[in-house]
């Protein structure tokens, strides 16, 4: 059983050692495609695309097995694992020990800065898909990257004379226009959410 959004959650597991590699997300298509390929294939939340695991890392999982769970709502592969599974270099994504849950931020909330930036990008690139007449974001998209370049710019100047003459709220509504339009900067270039938490995780290591 799907949820809401049409996806199942997916733990990949090692085949023989029995290790939790990774959590993922399936739809229709990419589970069609990983029985299919014997490989695996899940739905990126934050591009909004399929995408086939060791595809550019080279670090494929062989399927040996998919199971399902008595709901019908959550899958688990058994995989034979190439290389490692977790983008950090680690075997697997869960190599963390939690002991204190204050320890980091968990991503208990729904509407979380991550969850809310990839809901717009997807809403700005799906506006762009559409070719939606009476949207700003299309428009915007239609005059073209020297258009949204400057808009960029004149954004950066917004945010930093607020920074320097007005109030919190009044800044904190000028970086939200400047992450909107980076967003829009962000979808004319092909660069998704998730290419820049890849990039901060590597810079926070």
């Known amino acids: 059983m799907e949820d809401k959004t049409g996806l199942l959650p ?10 939790v590699l990774m959590l993922a997300y399936v739809n229709r298509e990419s589970l069609q495609k990983s029985i ?4 695996t294939w899940f739905w990126s ?19 040996k097995e998919i199971r399902y769970d008595c709901d019908m709502d ?16 680690n075997m697997s994504c869960f190599y963390r020990k ?3 849950s204050n320890q980091v931020n968990l991503n208990f909330k729904q509407g979380s800065a991550e969850t ?18 009476d949207s700003y974001t299309y428009s915007l998209h239609q005059k073209g990257l020297d258009q949204i370049l ?11 004379l607020a920074a320097k003459h007005q109030k919190k709220e009044d800044v904190v509504y ?17 660069i998704s959410p998730r290419d820049i938490y890849d990039q901060l995780e590597d810079r926070r290591r």
């Open 45 to 63: 939340r934050s591009r909004n695309q399929l995408w086939n695991k060791g595809s550019t890392s080279g670090n494929y999982q062989y399927i």
């Open 150 to 160: 400057k808009k960029v710019g004149e954004e950066c100047i917004e945010v930093i």
């Open 174 to 190: 000028e970086i939200s226009d400047l992450v909107y339009h980076m967003l829009v900067l962000m979808a004319e270039k092909g």
């Open 74 to 89: 959550a899958l688990l592969f058994l995989v034979e694992q190439k290389g490692h599974a977790c983008h950090t270099g």
């Open 10 to 19: 997916a733990i990949v597991q090692d085949y023989k050692s029995k290790q």
């Open 98 to 100: 939690l002991e204190d």
């Open 116 to 133: 809310v930036v990839d809901q717009v990008y997807r809403v700005i690139t799906d506006r762009i898909d559409k070719k939606q007449p």
């Open 36 to 39: 299919e390929t014997q490989t």
